[in-house]
């Protein structure tokens, strides 16, 4: 089936399931272009539950699909592919979590948004990239507890010198690898673009970063900032609608090869097709997980 077709049938099939696509930033193009909303996994969760669909088609990566259905409880929400994960997401357990909570018995436990509900659920509240020194600075406590992501974390301890932000050894490893010497030689390529960072980046590479930004604070940036072009220190799928947004400007990767998330491109459009036609693969929580985990995410929302 051809690609004009394919689209065909997703379009009506997605009216008569009343349906709605979210694909995160870094999905396959032809995924963000079927999309009713593209951003960041929380923003599309909180999108999404706004709106009248009784089905939620989350293109993105496990996690996302179980935060959509933790502010959606009462949606039916679907993930295309059953199987994929993120590898931060998968670094750390819920013992992880008792085992720190235990050791800082004191300590708010923050987690980023990039975890699994029974993680969340675990919290005392929730964090994006884009909110994570904010969320911080809203706590009365010297000692937090910061998960999974160690980048995320090590990037907002530098806006709080009087607190101490222990952190999990957890990281996106799209993010992690990328390496200060990667940058330098793109710099040295493109001299006139600047350079932003995603905060899931090692701090040596932050520290070359002109700006510090989420993908949808990236997307944003791009749009305001009066520079003409621009390096991207997140995964390669972001450049995409980058060049879209922005016609009349140039955006360069430093690492194009190396920050692929191969789980992000597990979805196509006949995946999606065979998602509204059997729907497939639904997400089901625990009642009390979704509670908990929910109050972690409410408590953010509340303050940011």
Do not use: W
């Not at 088609?57 to 199987?83: D, H, Q, W």
């Not at 010297?142 to 709080?160: C, G």
């Not at 497939?280 to 995410?297: C, Q, W």
Request: hydrophobic fraction near 40%.
């Amino acid at each position: 089936m051809n690609k004009e077709k394919l689209v065909e049938k997703i379009l009506k099939l997605k009216k008569k399931r009343k349906a709605i696509i979210l694909a995160h930033n870094y999905q396959p193009p032809e995924i963000q272009d079927i999309a009713d909303l593209r951003g960041d996994s929380l923003e599309l969760s909180l999108k999404a539950s706004k709106t009248d669909a009784e089905v939620i088609v989350f293109c993105g990566v496990f996690f996302m699909a179980e935060t959509a259905k933790i502010v959606s409880p009462k949606k039916k929400v679907l993930l295309p592919v059953k199987e994929v994960y993120c590898e931060m997401a998968e670094m750390i357990t819920p013992e992880d979590v008792i085992a720190l909570k235990n050791k800082y018995p004191s300590a708010p436990v923050v987690t980023y948004v990039n975890s699994y509900a029974e993680i969340k659920a675990l919290s005392d509240i929730c964090c994006t990239s884009a909110n994570a020194v904010k969320v911080v600075g809203t706590l009365k406590e010297k000692t937090v507890i910061m998960l999974p992501d160690m980048n995320l974390a090590q990037y907002t301890q530098r806006f709080y010198p009087d607190k101490r932000i222990i952190y999990h050894e957890g990281f996106c490893p799209f993010h992690h690898f990328l390496t200060p010497e990667e940058v330098i030689k793109a710099k040295e390529e493109h001299p006139s673009a600047i350079f932003i960072a995603h905060p899931e980046c090692r701090p040596e590479v932050i520290d070359l970063a002109d700006y510090v930004a989420s993908t949808s604070g990236m997307l944003r940036l791009a749009k305001e900032l009066p520079y003409k072009e621009f390096i991207i220190g997140t995964e390669v799928g972001l450049l995409y609608p980058l060049s879209k947004e922005n016609p009349d400007k140039k955006f360069y990767h430093p690492s194009p090869e190396k920050m692929v998330c191969p789980s992000m491109k597990k979805i196509s459009l006949e995946i999606v097709l065979n998602a509204l036609e059997n729907l497939e693969f639904e997400i089901n929580l625990p009642e009390e997980i979704i509670k908990n985990a929910y109050s972690a995410v409410k408590r953010m929302l509340e303050i940011v």
